[in-house]
């Protein structure tokens, strides 16, 4: 194979291994990855989705670095043939395509439960696909890092990289199909509003992904935390997908490392984007940002809103400082099917996760511990007499288009709280 840049030459030595190691044993144990040096492609990011924030900090390094072996567990990664994908995806058709992002599509297929070979429809195991466009360069970088640090990394809330395809010009990735799809679709493609219970389940499993990265001995920053890339199976449990952009927190008695500043406009750190200075805490900036999507419904940025409005960091500070005016921020859509006491501390997380000074922001397991309380919180407002004639005046004053049921065919149509309070007292 051509050596097209240093990502490949090492990719070729340790993880893809000779044409012999693929017939083998059709799955290669993954070695620890040197990154060559000379691997210092250009990053490309997707210019509709993701945009390249040029950092002012001249000396930066951005090779992902070594991966977190503290949390490093062996994992045996497929390496599939492309004609088996091709077969697994019918012939990468257009219906099976389950989105699209910077790097290209992904298709949901089927592979045999024990090998790599394709596998009827509904049959085997079912996966998702992506397939990087073949335009060059781009992605390159990312496909490495994502097989480096999935490779390694196993959590429950981080998505499971089964395996991956490298033939001729062909870079494909194979993860378990995560049956609901992205939180982005959940939060603003669709009808029906996502219920408080689920809304604080994904926030919190989000955040032990998180969590998980930063804890173990060589921290891993993930640098790309927002809700397309937060997926999420049958049960509402989230995992962490996109690892592309990923890289291996300081080591030692170093604070940050440097790096060019890459992520996606409006979930970045702003001292990541002013100085190229990378931590933990710029991930823990853009859980704050996630969290505020979560419970506003609102995308951190949105062009379509008056100005003022369209970013949503910018727009929701007011609230948040403000004790009285908190429910303010929570998503018209609940209407009063939300934990009061939640709301409460879901903001105080958010806004200590966007402080700006990184070192005041919590770490990742603190958050986690005050969400896991949060989920056990049954004060729905609707159960409130205050918070009820508190609504009905936000109403009136905020005409903003989106249908308003009556108190009581709210209370007919919320997703139970009662049941929920049962459950929660048990
Ligand atoms: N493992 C998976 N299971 C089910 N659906 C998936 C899976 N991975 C990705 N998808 C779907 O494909 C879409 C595109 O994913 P992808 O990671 O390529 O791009 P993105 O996250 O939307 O954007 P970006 O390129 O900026 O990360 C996701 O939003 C999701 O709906
Ligand atoms: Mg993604």
């Known amino acids: 194979m051509e050596n097209k840049c240093g990502c490949w030459a090492v990719l070729r030595r340790s993880v893809v291994g000779s044409p012999a190691a693929h017939n083998s044993a059709n799955a290669t144990h993954r070695a620890s990855l040197v990154y060559d040096a000379a691997a210092t492609e250009t990053r490309y990011l997707n210019a509709s989705k993701r945009e390249l924030m040029l950092s002012p900090a001249p000396q930066s390094s951005d090779d992902p670095g070594p991966p977190s072996a503290g949390n490093a567990m062996s994992h045996q990664l497929l390496q599939f043939r492309f004609h088996e994908l091709k077969t697994a995806t019918g012939n990468f058709r257009p219906d099976s395509i389950l989105g699209e992002g910077g790097f290209g599509y992904v298709f949901k297929g089927w592979i045999e439960e024990n090998g790599t070979g394709p596998a009827k429809p509904g049959s085997g195991i079912t996966v998702a696909v992506k397939s ?3 335009d060059g360069l781009q992605g390159h970088r990312e496909w490495v890092a994502e097989v480096d640090f999935l490779g390694q990394l196993h959590h429950p809330n981080l998505v499971k990289l089964i395996g991956y395809c490298i033939e001729d010009d062909h870079r494909l990735l194979v993860y378990e199909f995560m049956t609901r799809g992205s939180l982005e679709n959940h ?20 955040a032990k992904g998180l969590a998980f990265l930063h804890g173990g001995s060589e921290p891993v920053i993930y640098r790309d935390f927002k809700t397309s890339n937060i997926l999420l199976d049958l049960e509402y449990n989230a995992k962490l997908s996109d690892f592309g ?10 604070t940050h490392v440097s790096t060019r500043v890459v992520g996606t406009y409006g979930y970045a750190a702003p001292e990541y984007v002013m100085t190229g200075h990378l ?11 996630v969290l505020l999507e979560i419970l506003t419904g609102r995308r951190s940025m949105d062009k379509k809103r008056p100005t003022g409005e369209q970013n949503l960091v910018v727009w929701a500070r007011q609230y948040l400082a403000d004790k009285r005016r908190l429910f303010h921020l929570v998503d018209p859509r609940l209407e009063l099917n939300y934990s009061v006491k939640g709301v409460r501390k879901v903001c105080q997380i958010a806004y200590s996760c966007l402080g700006r000074d990184p070192k005041c922001r919590p770490s990742m397991d603190e958050v986690v511990k005050v969400l896991t309380l949060i989920q056990d919180l049954s004060d729905f407002a609707i159960l409130s007499y205050k918070a009820r004639v508190a609504h009905q005046t936000r109403c009136k004053k905020r005409p903003d288009g989106i249908q308003r049921l009556s108190f009581n065919q709210s209370m007919s149509n919320r997703a139970s709280p009662l049941t929920s309070m049962k459950q929660c007292s048990k």
């Open 279 to 289: 931590t933990a805490k710029s991930d823990v900036y853009s859980f704050g940002v």
């Open 187 to 206: 939060l603003f493609r669709r009808a029906i509003p996502l219920p408080w219970s689920n809304r604080i389940k994904i926030a919190l499993g989000a």
């Open 132 to 134: 990087l466009k073949p």
């Open 245 to 254: 952009l990923a890289k291996a927190g300081p080591q030692g008695d170093k």
